[in-house]
Antibody
Framework: EVQLLESGGGLVQPGGSLRLSCAAS????????MTWVRQAPGKGLEWVSA????????YYADSVRGRFTISRDNSKNTLYLQMNSLRADDTAVYYC????????????WGQGTLVTVSS | EIVMTQSPATLSVSPGERATLSCRAS??????LAWYQQKPGQAPRLLIY???TRATGIPARFSGSGSGTEFTLTISSLQSEDFAVYFC??????????FGQGTKVEIK
């Protein structure tokens, strides 16, 4: 059974940093691209970032490029999102998700972790 | 960036009736279009990919159609568990792989 378990969310001040983790199990992690998607309270879904199975290719939304870094450790079956220079509009539930085909669609999602940026 | 526009924002439907949701892309995405369902407090679930292929375990009452810039998700006979928010997402070529803003299907 595929499982994705996010952790690392919490309350952080504007300008601060946070690292999210997503522990994966139930599939050959290194074979699949992985994605972070976020959802601000009461809002829709926003694609944030994606990384290839090998970790060699990464993509970012304009809203986070230069502030967020996606990475993965295939030996630990874990996906990461390093978030720096956090702003109030980064407040959201962050989901990690597994790609079904090359990059998309996303066939398995974690339960999400809440990041709140506030002073 | 390709902009995905869903309509209507809210759809009020009685159980057993048909629901038709629309998704429009600002430029062609071929058939690289997925639909997701999200219930309150839950993660999204993949329903349809390739514009018309149901994901594993998705009931036959869900169907997708369209290509290019115009897409439709049809729920043939709404069940109580189908009341949720539905999002489309393109995955054509390069990112950002944007989502539509969602359509909420509510009980009439």
């Amino acid at each position: 059974e595929v499982q994705l378990l996010e952790s690392g969310g919490g309350l952080v001040q504007p300008g601060g940093s946070l690292r999210l983790s997503c522990a994966a199990s139930g599939f050959t992690f290194s074979t699949y691209a992985m994605t972070w998607v976020r959802q601000a309270p009461g809002k829709g879904l926003e694609w944030v970032s994606a990384v290839s199975g090998s970790g060699g290719s990464t993509y970012y939304a304009d809203s986070v490029r230069g502030r967020f870094t996606i990475s993965r450790d295939n030996s630990k079956n874990t996906l990461y999102l390093q978030m720096n220079s956090l702003r109030a509009d980064d407040t959201a539930v962050y989901y990690c998700a597994k790609a079904f085909l090359e990059w998309l669609p996303l066939d398995y999602w974690g339960q999400g972790t809440l990041v709140t940026v506030s002073s | 960036e390709i902009v995905m526009t869903q309509s209507p924002a809210t759809l009020s439907v009685s159980p057993g009736e048909r629901a038709t949701l629309s998704c429009r892309a600002s430029q062609s995405v071929s058939s690289n279009l997925a639909w997701y369902q999200q219930k309150p407090g839950q993660a999204p679930r993949l329903l349809i990919y390739g514009a018309s292929t149901r994901a594993t375990g998705i009931p036959a009452r869900f169907s997708g159609s369209g290509s290019g810039t115009e897409f439709t998700l049809t729920i043939s006979s709404l069940q109580s568990e189908d009341f949720a928010v539905y999002f489309c997402q393109h995955y054509n070529n390069w990112p950002p792989w944007t989502f539509g803003q969602g359509t909420k299907v509510e009980i009439k």
